[in-house]
């Protein structure tokens, strides 16, 4: 099944359509090599089963249980055996399962969780037999139109074609931004933490979101798809994720809130319980104003601004619009992790 799974992929991707998950005859043409590679990539997928702490906030939108994926990589500069996955699917981990092709369940452990970027790494708690990391490459070398190989751990493992689409900033209503992101269609719906790689079977990103949209910006057509954080966002900083476990830039100022931009406006559409902004007494409904006597002319504005004031530096100044009325709020500038409930020992 896997030997003709690759060669699905390779007769698939000289069409440039879509893989499916049915069995095709092996083509003695294709290289070894290259079948061997992408075999690699499929392997080295795994399933990544969490539970998250009890009373873990996370768990009002995620759920304490969740299911994704992760990809078992080699790194410069970091041990081998460690597994990528998304961000969101360790926080607040108190178990970590990873699930190989065979179905065995085996433990693991977060060892960093990058609130910057939103990916984490994960180490294996038992040697995980024949199952080899692959490597990684920059998704700069990437192009609008190339085709690419996703992956999807867990049970059944799902694989297939993508096209890249676009390469652009994304900036989250939950306090998140990428300078950088990939996006591929058509669109795969177990995209949490699935691996995307190139021709050549090296990982280039992770998969983050389902998308409405992942055409470029001012495209009239509407496609559906995915976005991959890439994995170059994780080089610069990956010797002090090992480290440290957290991101350098991630001591920052959090809020606690959703927002969405409408138009050159911000509006709060979510406050977290306990948070700044709901200490300071921020609601959804508000209109977002400025930032510190800045001007706040879009969402990622609005968070770089935020991000910007620093920690220790006093309270951030927000001004805020309730209908006509327009007043000012003072944010303590508080670390996000500062609210991330941690599991007690291993």
Do not use: C
């Not at 179905?103 to 990058?114: K, M, T």
């Not at 440290?244 to 979510?270: D, E, Y």
């Amino acid at each position: 099944m896997r030997q003709a799974l690759s060669a699905f992929f390779f007769s698939v991707l000289t069409a440039g359509a879509m893989l499916l998950a049915a069995p095709a005859p092996v083509q003695a043409q294709q290289p070894a090599d290259d079948r061997e590679r992408l075999l690699a990539a499929q392997s080295a997928t795994l399933g990544v089963a969490v539970r998250a702490v009890p009373g873990a906030g996370s768990a009002n939108s995620l759920g304490r249980r969740r299911e994704g994926s992760g990809v078992l990589v080699s790194l410069p500069g970091a041990p081998d055996g460690l597994v990528l996955t998304i961000g969101y699917l360790v926080l607040e981990a108190e178990s970590v399962e990873l699930i190989t092709r065979d179905q065995r369940r085996l433990p693991g452990q977060v060892v960093a969780y990058d609130f910057v970027n939103g990916l984490g790494l994960v180490k294996p708690l038992v040697p995980l037999a024949g199952i080899r990391p692959v490597p990684v490459a920059t998704a700069a070398s990437l192009s609008a139109g190339d085709l690419m190989l996703f992956v999807a751990g867990g049970s059944p493992q799902q694989a297939g074609v993508v096209r890249l689409m676009d390469r652009r900033a994304f900036t989250g209503y939950w306090e998140y931004h990428l300078e950088s992101a990939l996006y591929t269609s058509p669109p795969l719906g177990n995209h949490s933490g699935a691996g995307l790689f190139n021709t050549r079977g090296e990982l280039v990103g992770v998969g983050n979101l389902l998308m409405a949209d992942v055409m470029p910006e001012g495209d009239p057509r509407q496609l559906a798809g995915n976005l991959f954080v890439p994995v170059d966002t994780l080089q610069p900083v990956l010797a002090e994720l090992v480290r440290t476990g957290a991101h350098p830039q991630a001591k920052r100022p959090w809020l606690g809130v959703n927002a969405m931009q409408l138009g050159s406006r911000v509006r709060i559409t979510r406050v977290t319980a306990g948070s700044p902004a709901d200490a300071a007494g921020l609601r959804p409904g508000h209109w977002v104003a400025a930032v510190d006597g800045q001007p706040v002319l879009s969402l990622e504005s609005f968070y770089k601004q935020v991000w910007a004031h620093g920690l220790g530096t006093g309270d951030i100044r927000l001004t805020v619009r309730e209908g006509e009325r327009e007043r000012e709020l003072q944010l303590p500038a508080r670390d996000r992790s500062e609210s991330v409930a941690r599991p007690q020992g291993i």
